[in-house]
């Protein structure tokens, strides 16, 4: 007998970053800016190209610390 442990489609580990407006990845070619957090300087906040042009607000991960 043969099995073949597969769980599915797992999630592949790809280490694109996550934009912190939206929460979708940031694509490399995206035009998209990083920086860290103006309040706590810990996080790196990712902001996509789209949530740059709609001005959409940021939440810091670690301090919660919101700007726009
Ligand atoms: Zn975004
Ligand atoms: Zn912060």
Known sequence: MMFTENSGMSSST????????????VMPNDK???FNCPNCGE???WRCQSCR?????????????QGP
Do not use: G, Q
């Open 53 to 65: 042009e709609a001005a959409r607000n940021y939440t810091c991960s670690s301090c919660n610390f």
């Open 43 to 45: 996080d790196l906040i």
């Open 14 to 25: 790809i280490s694109l970053p996550k934009c912190s407006c939206c929460h979708r990845h």
């Open 32 to 34: 998209s800016v990083k």
